[in-house]
């Protein structure tokens, strides 16, 4: 089978692969086609391979200087997710907002009168379900950004749990710092580490002074985003590098 459709084949599976192609240097024109999990076919390099988990878990298209060759990395696979526990009236705003991004986006509640159509319209899943099985089938990945919205304890306590289990590259919980602060308590005192509790951002989102549901999904969003490029989410007149650089940021293990 060719490279091509070996990418169709992926596509279809729902994986995820990094086909790196030498643009310049020796092997000028050669691919290398390395798939998540493992599996590589091709003729590159095959040292390339062992860039794909970044490249994938950066979840960009990318140019890389290697050893005198440019090296042209791009990413095959679904479109990151965002899920959301809590099917409140931000949750569709979210929902919105991943769709105008080409998202995917999962809601889930435990309370079925909640999580439903009428409500959430254009959620591409809808789960009823307490969190910790909700966490269980929807398994967030590194390309899964996890928002919290229930404002109760007995959800928002082990939805936070779970995400923290999670590879999720975002984690965040809306509410006021006073309830982030007593939020933070109970899970300090259910043996998560301080280090672990850097990972949840709350209260969720940019300041842009968010009001309404929609301006609320819109903060959330581009912080979201900003942290999946590893970016500050701060103006861009103040940012100290090219507004398409890509920034360098460690592995997300």
Request: with cysteine; charged share 25%; glycine share 12%.
């Amino acid at each position: 089978m060719s490279l091509v459709g070996k990418l169709v084949a992926i596509g279809e599976r729902g994986e995820r692969a990094v086909l790196f192609t030498v643009i310049e240097g020796d092997g000028v024109g050669r691919k290398l086609l390395a798939v998540e999990g493992g599996g590589v076919d091709g003729d590159g390099p095959p040292e390339l391979a062992e860039h794909a988990d970044e490249i994938l878990r950066r979840g960009r298209n990318r140019l890389l200087e290697l050893d005198g060759r440019r090296v042209f990395a791009e990413v095959y696979g679904p479109p990151p997710r965002i899920f959301v526990y809590g099917a409140v009236d931000t949750a569709e705003a979210l929902c919105r907002s991943a769709q105008l991004l080409g998202w995917t986006s999962i809601v889930a509640d435990a309370r079925a009168k909640f999580a439903t159509r009428e409500r959430i319209p254009t959620a591409d899943e809808l789960i009823v379900a307490w969190p910790q099985e909700a966490f269980a089938q929807v398994a967030p990945d590194h390309q899964t950004a996890v928002v919290v919205l229930t404002h109760d304890d007995k959800f928002d306590e082990p939805a936070l749990l779970a995400a923290l289990a999670s590879e999720a590259f975002y984690i965040g919980a809306l509410g006021s710092r006073r309830n982030q602060e007593r939020r933070r308590g109970r899970l300090l005192a259910a043996g998560v580490a301080e280090a672990q509790l850097e990972r949840i951002s709350g209260p969720c989102g940019l300041d842009i002074g968010a009001d309404s549901q929609a301006e609320t999904a819109l903060s959330i969003v581009a912080e979201i985003l900003a942290a999946r490029a590893g970016r500050g989410g701060g103006p861009l007149r103040q940012a100290p590098h090219r507004i398409h650089v890509e920034v360098e940021e460690p592995v997300r293990g």
